[in-house]
């Protein structure tokens, strides 16, 4: 039995957590079961400390815990995600949950449970950054891309639009732009990577300068420069080169005197981020520009008028633009309303805009 009488408030509350970290305990299950090693491990670590949670709240309940409820519907759409589709997106609505707990303010809850949510949310940061590397590079030129075509090509229909065009003028313009947009989409985003896998490869040390280090002048010790160059202080550079000179001295250990002459390592793919391939990047961008472009003129391609196929094409438009957004709060951890929110008011302004400066030119070439 309870050690004091609980109020109804309470009782319903407490049976809320109880649904939630049931839930939550079977969401990290669910996940772990889709991973493998260190990271289903830490997945059913997770889990495990969920059940714990769940176990307490079922002890605080004690005869009231009543017949098992539904979580929330945020849970139960995390619970949906894990099951169906990758873990990338579930963590990430994970760690807003983990981090917005009710626990901090609740005295109900122990302090133990309240900073076990706060350490989760970190935990599942970690987890969660690890997805988002692996997708970060062709993902970000894909849904960048979206959204542009979106924006621009919608701000280009209205524009024209305001201007007094005729419907079969705007599909025209609205094709061009589409076509002009994912061109040079493509073109940017292919220099933009291939110019740093060229900086990379630039900054890559030549392994075949320690083939050459034989014939250096050991008493002017240049091969102390090439440290300093790479970061090392004069000193730790000087030391480093007399150790190389050193075993030149012995046949025995040439070999290995030569592995350590080219001096830093190639930079790592952590140091620059994931970069991606160039063409792969340009196909994303071309096709997810043009994608995105296509639905502000998709009414004018079935037949409608103007006003109607520029309403058609604001709906849409809003509506897509609204799922980007909500992506990309989701994959960074931020509520993905508030981004799909802002999205959207971003698109509808450009728009307006537009739409302002194609009536005025309307007027004034009329």
């Known amino acids: 039995m309870p050690e004091y009488q609980p109020t109804r408030a309470q009782i319903n509350r407490w049976r809320k957590y109880l649904a939630n970290e049931r839930a939550e305990a079977a969401v990290y299950r669910e996940l772990a079961a889709k991973k493998s090693g260190e990271e289903r491990d830490i997945l059913m670590r997770l889990a495990d400390s969920e059940s714990r949670h769940e176990q307490y709240w079922r002890e605080k309940l004690g005869p009231y815990v009543g017949m098992p409820r539904k979580p929330d519907l945020n849970t139960q759409f995390m619970g949906f995600l894990a099951k169906h589709f990758g873990s990338v997106f579930t963590l990430a609505l994970m760690q807003s949950a983990e981090a917005r707990t009710p626990y901090v303010q609740d005295a109900d809850a122990s302090e133990q449970i309240a900073a076990d949510e706060r350490v989760h949310s970190e935990v599942v940061r970690g987890l969660a950054t690890r997805g988002r590397e692996k997708m970060s590079g062709n993902f970000r030129a894909a849904v960048f891309g979206a959204n542009d075509g979106l924006v621009s090509n919608?701000?280009?229909?209205?524009?024209?639009?305001?201007?007094?065009?005729?419907?079969?003028?705007?599909?025209?313009?609205?094709?061009?732009?589409?076509?002009?947009?994912?061109?040079?989409?493509?073109?940017?985003?292919?220099?933009?990577?291939?110019?740093?896998?060229?900086l990379l490869e630039a900054s890559t040390?030549?392994?075949?300068?320690?083939?050459?280090?034989?014939?250096?002048?050991?008493?002017?010790?240049?091969?102390?420069?090439?440290?300093?160059?790479?970061?090392?202080?004069?000193?730790?550079?000087?030391?480093?080169?007399?150790?190389?000179?050193?075993?030149?001295?012995?046949?025995?250990?040439?070999?290995?005197?030569?592995?350590?002459?080219?001096?830093?390592?190639?930079?790592?793919?952590?140091?620059?981020?994931?970069?991606?391939?160039?063409?792969?990047?340009?196909?994303?961008s071309f096709c997810f520009f043009g994608t995105g472009a296509l639905i502000p003129i998709l009414p004018y391609i079935f037949g409608m008028e103007t006003l109607p196929g520029a309403i058609v094409a604001i709906i849409l438009v809003s509506l897509a633009l609204m799922f980007t957004g909500g992506i990309v709060g989701v994959l960074s951890g931020k509520p993905p309303f508030v981004r799909a929110l802002r999205q959207l008011a971003i698109g509808l302004v450009a728009a307006g805009v537009t739409y302002v400066l194609g009536l005025a030119f309307g007027v004034a070439v009329g």
């Open 205 to 284: 040390p030549d392994e075949s300068a320690g083939e050459l280090v034989h014939a250096l002048d050991m008493d002017a010790n240049e091969l102390a420069l090439v440290y300093r160059a790479r970061g090392l202080s004069q000193e730790d550079a000087e030391n480093k080169a007399r150790e190389v000179f050193q075993k030149l001295r012995s046949a025995d250990e040439a070999d290995e005197a030569v592995k350590d002459a080219p001096v830093g390592a190639a930079p790592s793919a952590g140091e620059h981020g994931v970069i991606g391939e160039a063409w792969s990047a340009a196909l994303s």
């Open 154 to 198: 919608l701000a280009l229909v209205i524009g024209v639009m305001g201007s007094g065009m005729e419907a079969h003028l705007i599909l025209l313009t609205g094709i061009s732009g589409l076509l002009a947009g994912a061109l040079s989409m493509a073109a940017g985003e292919y220099i933009s990577v291939k110019s740093q896998n060229e």
